[in-house]
């Protein structure tokens, strides 16, 4: 049986878990869904769901895993008994690591080609408006897209087979700082832009014209995904805690640093984008098409845009790292396996199932045909049930099991009532059996189009 490791301190823990919360959403997707939906009010609303639905959330999954010290499909079967349908909400956390890391690491191979791009000089000698093009050429090059998909995914692997304090805790104290240090020095730079101003009102003056009621149900929907709940990756690092650890404070903690690095990205793009009179509201081109044609004519703007690339990498793969250990955890658990052999086994079934992915864009087989069948290739159609299924279910199930399926003394026990966040106890329980359901049910609904 394969010894389970521990976190060498909670700053270790904290750091992990925020690396795994900071990812592509943060750089990526949040910025081009915030200039979409007109900045300023659903930024509000963001941070005020973040509070309302995210922090209970977070502080449910890590619970259910230090009160079992097991991955998803061991916590919930200690809690509920063999057999028990709850058990299944386990599996979806599993199931959604490895669907999840089979596309994103796509999405990260994109950066990391980028960095290459930008140090080489592509971006500074093509013609402004052709490097939009460099993105479309990429995607559909199914050479290019397979090969950093490998090197991603061998990235990851590498940094888990080191263990839980050696592997995963030691490169988030290295990835994390760095990536912290990297935004700051491009908002330093970008606070020198003639935008700087018109990007504060933007991301925080209040523009009520602006916000549509769907807006207001994709902040409350990312301000679940953004802390990676669901998946089962703040359970399985929760499940590493020891029970002295304060779990009230390291989600607080784990939930500022990820809702810092957001508007922090923000504020690096949008100063950015107004500068050179880009469109806020580009979608997901804002990164990987107006970033490169903006930062190309800048002073420095190489440097630059090596610099906010490796920040795109080192933020997937703190996010790519949780995902992995989640899927070789339930392995190490449940089956006995050493973890060389549960990451290699799983790291390479993700690099397999991953290959489509990165096909998507460029063949006949798994772009067009497979989009007839279905209706999206298979980048999309995975994205599209890890997004809109398992990651909400997920999330529901977590909370509602948190709620009404442990017992009242050892959630009590798990929550701190012996520290000063015990008397914010009842409030936390209140909020997660009524307003969380309630909200991650129209969040489902909005997503699979029924509402």
Not at 27 to 42: C, E, L, R
Not at 80 to 85: H, Y
Request: charged share 10%.
């Amino acid at each position: 049986m394969a010894t389970r490791g521990q976190w060498g301190s909670r700053l270790g823990f904290i750091l992990a878990a925020a690396g795994s919360a900071v990812g592509l959403g943060n750089i990526w997707k949040f910025p081009y869904i915030t200039g979409a939906n007109g900045g300023g009010w659903f930024v509000l609303i963001y941070l005020l769901c973040i509070l309302a639905v995210g922090l209970p959330i977070m502080i449910a999954e890590v619970m259910l895993g230090r009160m079992t010290q097991k991955s998803p499909v061991g916590a919930f079967r200690d809690l509920s008994g063999k057999g028990s349908l709850w058990v299944g909400i386990g599996w979806m956390g599993v199931v959604a690591a490895f669907i999840i890391l089979s596309y994103y690491s796509v999405v990260a191979g994109w950066a990391m080609n980028y960095i290459r791009l930008a140090a080489t000089g592509v971006f500074a000698d093509t013609p402004a408006d052709q490097v939009p093009g460099l993105f479309g050429a990429m995607y559909a090059d199914p050479g290019t897209n397979l090969l950093w998909h490998g090197l991603f995914m061998g990235l990851t692997v590498f940094i888990v087979l080191g263990g839980v304090q050696k592997g995963v805790e030691r490169w988030s104290r290295i990835l994390m700082p760095m990536l912290f240090v990297m935004m700051l020095g491009l908002l330093v730079q970008a606070a020198s832009m003639d935008g700087f101003g018109k990007a504060l009102d933007f991301v925080f003056g209040l523009h009520a014209d602006k916000l549509k009621p769907a807006g207001v149900l994709e902040a409350l929907g990312h301000s679940f995904f953004t802390l990676s709940l669901g998946m089962g990756a703040m359970l399985t690092y929760g499940s590493y805690l020891s029970k002295k650890d304060d779990i009230v404070t390291a989600s607080a903690a784990i939930t500022l640093l990820d809702t810092a690095i957001a508007l922090m990205a923000c504020m690096v793009l949008f100063p950015i984008t107004f500068t050179f009179g880009m469109e806020p509201s580009a979608g997901p081109g804002l990164v990987f098409m107006n970033i490169p044609v903006a930062l190309a004519q800048v002073p420095g703007g190489l440097f630059l845009s090596v610099v906010f690339f490796a920040l795109l990498t080192f933020a997937a793969l703190t996010s790519a790292i949780s995902l992995l250990e989640v899927a070789a955890a339930y392995f190490i658990d449940e089956k006995g396996w050493s973890r060389g052999k549960a990451v290699g086994v799983t790291g390479g079934a993700i690099l397999v199932l991953g290959i489509p992915s990165a096909l998507s864009g460029g063949t006949e087989l798994f772009g067009k045909s497979f989009e007839g069948v279905f209706g999206k290739n298979w980048f999309d159609l995975f994205d599209y049930i890890a997004s809109n299924w398992l990651l909400p279910l997920g999330g529901l199930g977590i909370a509602l099991f948190a709620a009404w399926r442990v017992g009242d003394a050892a959630r009590r026990v798990e929550f701190g009532e012996q520290t000063a966040w015990g008397r914010l106890y009842l409030g936390w329980l209140l909020v997660l059996r009524f307003v969380v359901p309630v909200a991650v049910v129209a969040v489902f609904l909005h997503l699979i189009g029924l509402y």
